[in-house]
């Protein structure tokens, strides 16, 4: 499973990425991360006197890292990453929350064949934290995890 920082890590890894799909873990320490960035950014905000500039800073970077997150993450359930929108409508909001919590698609969709894996990739992939493994490496450069040798 991946952790915290592994999930951090790539979430701003794969910025722009809106494609593949993503585990739960992924996206809920990602969720975590954001909350408590918020946090101290407020505390921070508070402190020095400046009237929200850190928090909006704070948001602005994890803006478009969250829509891609949460895109992948709904690819993960066989769903469209437009399904986000419905977060500006509120109430409806609260059925995205609850596919955010649901298990991920075992095997293939129609997003992508395995889970947090990017589109069109050949490459072998770590299965604890799902990033690309260069070919002829045995260990993940991201989580230092074993890989096997086929």
Do not use: K
């Amino acid at each position: 499973m991946i952790g915290f920082s592994q999930a951090v890590t790539l979430a701003f890894q794969q910025y722009f990425v809106f494609s593949g799909r993503a585990t739960r873990a992924e996206y809920w320490w990602f969720v975590v991360f954001a909350f408590l960035g918020g946090i101290v950014c407020g505390i921070t905000d508070g402190l020095m006197g400046t009237a929200g500039l850190v928090g909006t800073l704070f948001e602005l970077a994890i803006f478009i890292p969250s829509l891609s997150l949460g895109c992948r993450r709904l690819h993960d359930i066989n769903r469209s990453g437009w399904w986000q929108l419905l977060w500006v409508l509120v109430i409806p909001g609260i059925i995205v929350l609850i596919w955010a919590a649901t298990p991920g698609d075992t095997g293939s969709n129609r997003f992508n064949g395995n889970n947090s894996r990017p589109v069109g990739t050949t490459s072998r992939f770590c299965p604890q934290c799902s990033t690309a493994v260069p070919s002829g490496s045995s260990f993940c450069t991201l989580c230092g995890h074993m890989i096997e040798t086929s």
